[in-house]
Antibody, heavy 119, light 110 residues
Framework: EVMLVESGGGLVQPGRSLRLSCAAT????????MHWVRQIPGKGLEWVSG????????DYAESVKGRFSISRDNAKNSLSLHMHNPRVEDTALYFC????????????WGQGTLVTVSS | QSALTQPASVSGSPGQSITISCRGT?????????VSWYQQHPGKVPRLLIF???NRPSGVSNRFSGSKSGSTASLTISGLQAEDEADYYC??????????FGTGTRVTVL
């Protein structure tokens, strides 16, 4: 069974840094591109960032470009999102998401980790 | 980076059919067939319903179907049931290796 378990969320002050992690099990992690998608409570979904299976390409939404950094460790089956200089508007539930192979859709989602940016 | 446009809400009676639209541009919905749809019940994780405009993953009811015309994709739910009451999101690959979601539609079963 595919499982994606996020961690690292919590309360962070604006301008401080936070690192989110995602532990993947139940599939061959290094064969899949991975993403972060966020959702402000009660609001819609927003794609945040994605990384290819070999970290050869990393992409970001304009809203986080230059502030967030995505990375992965295939040896540890883990995905990370470094949030540098977070803003109040980055407050959201962050989902770790798997992209289906050779396709452009998301087939597995974690439960999410809540990030609150507040002073 | 604007979201795809969906109606905020759609409602229908049990047994009826409803359609949710997802309007984009030639850079996303209109530029290829990489449109997907997700269902999210309150407090739950999004679930894939449709991929590549018209395809259903195994386990998804055939009451859900997808289509596309130009830069507008659509999700149709036939034989509406109480369990279909949820939020629905479209998503599309956008040029430059990015992805975009729709604004979301709340479906209410009357």
């Amino acid at each position: 069974e595919v499982m994606l378990v996020e961690s690292g969320g919590g309360l962070v002050q604006p301008g401080r840094s936070l690192r989110l992690s995602c532990a993947a099990t139940g599939f061959t992690f290094d064969e899949y591109a991975m993403h972060w998608v966020r959702q402000i409570p009660g609001k819609g979904l927003e794609w945040v960032s994605g990384i290819t299976w070999n970290s050869g390409s990393r992409d970001y939404a304009e809203s986080v470009k230059g502030r967030f950094s995505i990375s992965r460790d295939n040896a540890k089956n883990s995905l990370s999102l470094h949030m540098h200089n977070p803003r109040v508007e980055d407050t959201a539930l962050y989902f770790c998401v798997r992209q289906q192979q050779l396709a452009d859709y998301f087939d597995s989602w974690g439960q999410g980790t809540l990030v609150t940016v507040s002073s | 980076q604007s979201a795809l446009t969906q109606p905020a809400s759609v409602s229908g009676s049990p047994g009826q059919s409803i359609t949710i639209s997802c309007r984009g541009t030639s850079s996303d919905v209109g530029g290829h067939d990489f449109v997907s749809w997700y269902q999210q019940h309150p407090g739950k994780v999004p679930r894939l319903l449709i991929f590549d405009v018209t395809n259903r993953p195994s386990g998804v009811s055939n009451r859900f179907s997808g289509s596309k015309s130009g830069s507008t994709a659509s999700l149709t739910i036939s034989g509406l049931q109480a369990e279909d009451e949820a939020d629905y999101y479209c998503a599309s690959y956008r040029s430059s290796a990015k992805y975009v979601f729709g604004t979301g539609t709340r479906v209410t079963v009357l």
